[in-house]
């Protein structure tokens, strides 16, 4: 059974399992908060708008509608994941394939990234290629604006893979992958630099006994070639930090790929060190209600700049490869949003929701609750009451109708009601018990019509899950 341990006053403590599935627990709520942080953003930014002269309803980008109902309700349940976890499912939701500026797409494709570049290096390995791993930046200012410099580095990049120096590292079916990976902070701005995995048929010896080694040699070749073509666009490389070279094929090759395909691909989990923010970081703080509200206005600026450079009409890829690559390896170019897409695990859908409930909730903030109750497979009279109380407005279980057969959550007053009062507010003190007597009376009709023939939703094994 798998344990956890740390170290208090220099003796190893056993956390035991609850403690591990507690942290596992919290690891996935943080996830799923930040997930859902940055898709309101976007929802806010690029979302259906009204125009203010015509009055015609325009959507912003394709990233404001990710997470939104595609039709007229949403289906939610539970998931069993292959490693024995347990998760959420929602259907009928429109995605993006976004792997730059979508936290919920970005996740997805980045794992999948991270498998074929893993697929990748043991091929080329076995084809007798050595692994190296380049990281390339340049000298920035404060008040850089992000796109003529994110322009800058990638004509900078196109001119230095193109160069002899590397043309010839890379020769004899060698190849690389590469990934833009973009932090700000406050004492120096915007900070670009770019991870490339190179595979060559060079090898270069990082001993050092007898002087710089070829390492060394080729790195500072290198650093000549990159500085030339910077500085056509007139920005300085540093020597001593423009540009690194070291081999990714030491005897930790299997944890130091991790790290790599961690940094290359998984750029949606990493937090920027020290001082510095990385994008992600940015759009979660400008929906982060503990921050300042001044805090807040800077990363929503800092984060429309980034969406607008990085996903604008002249876009270049942030993450891109050496053609025939995969083709070399025997792989396929993945298809973005065709992993956004792609669901894992054995689900168990119980519940329909209404388009309008399920958006009011997205819209609060309270969807990370939702998934987590899901994931413990709450009932549909649990999610009523959660949501009622979270949204201020009553959430009745109605009989199911339609094809599906399932229970659905829904407005106890329809919004396009005439007269209704307060929205469907709940006032008074004991909101609770007259919630709960309407439940009641609404699972006793219900059950009626599934004695008349209806058939409830159940969990696979013969009980009524819908109302367990």
Request: with cysteine; charged share 25%.
């Amino acid at each position: 059974m798998m344990t956890a341990t740390f170290r208090h006053g220099g003796r190893a403590a056993d956390l035991g399992p609850v403690a591990v599935r507690e942290a596992a627990a919290e690891r996935c709520h943080a996830r799923l908060v930040a997930v859902d942080r940055v898709q309101r953003l976007n929802r806010q930014e690029w979302g259906w708008s009204k125009d203010p002269i015509s009055g015609e309803w325009r959507l912003g980008k394709r990233i404001g509608l990710c997470g939104t109902p595609r039709g007229g309700s949403v289906v939610w349940g539970h998931v069993a994941m292959p490693d024995g976890s347990d998760g959420s499912r929602m259907e009928g939701l429109a995605t993006c394939g976004s792997a730059n500026t979508c936290l919920r797409c970005a996740i997805k494709i980045g794992a999948a990234r991270a498998r074929q570049i893993e697929l990748v290096a043991a091929v080329m390995k076995a084809l007798g290629f050595e692994c190296y791993l380049v990281t390339l930046t340049f000298a920035h200012q404060r008040n850089d604006v992000l796109g003529e410099i994110y322009e800058a580095m990638m004509d900078g990049f196109t001119a230095f893979r193109t160069s002899r120096l590397f043309r010839k590292l890379t020769a004899g079916g060698g190849g690389f992958v590469r990934q833009v990976e973009l932090t700000w902070s406050l004492a120096n701005g915007w900070h670009p630099h770019i991870h490339v995995l190179v595979w060559s048929k060079q090898y270069l010896s990082s001993d050092i006994e007898w002087g710089p080694s070829e390492v060394d040699r080729m790195e500072h070749a290198l650093w000549v070639e990159w500085s030339h073509q910077m500085a056509r666009s007139g920005r300085h490389v540093s020597e001593d930090y423009g540009l690194d070279l070291v081999r990714a094929d030491d005897p930790a090759m299997g944890r130091y790929l991790a790290k790599v395909g961690l940094e290359l691909t998984m750029g949606a989990l990493k937090t920027g060190r020290h001082d510095s923010w990385s994008t992600w970081e940015l759009a979660t703080g400008a929906m982060n209600p503990d921050l300042p509200a001044e805090v807040r206005a800077r990363c929503r600026a800092l984060w429309r700049d980034y969406v607008n450079t990085v996903a604008g009409d002249k876009h270049r890829r942030m993450f891109d490869s050496s053609r025939g690559l995969f083709r070399q390896a025997g792989l396929a170019e993945i298809d973005e949003q065709a992993e956004a897409e792609r669901v894992e695990g054995d689900a168990t859908l119980y519940v329909e929701v209404e388009a309008p409930v399920h958006n009011t909730a997205a819209k609060a903030g309270v969807m990370p609750e939702i998934k987590g109750l899901l994931a413990s497979q709450a009932s549909p009279e649990v999610l009523a009451i959660v949501l009622t109380r979270r949204l201020d407005r009553e959430v009745l279980v109605a009989a199911p109708s339609g094809g599906r057969g399932l229970p659905i959550l829904r407005w106890a007053v329809p919004d396009d009601e005439p007269g209704r009062a307060g929205g469907g507010r709940m006032s008074g003190g004991c909101w609770q018990d007259q919630l709960i007597g309407r439940l009641r009376k609404e699972h006793l009709r219900w059950a009626r019509t599934a004695s008349d023939g209806a058939t409830p939703a159940t969990n696979g094994q013969g009980s009524v899950r819908a109302w367990a």
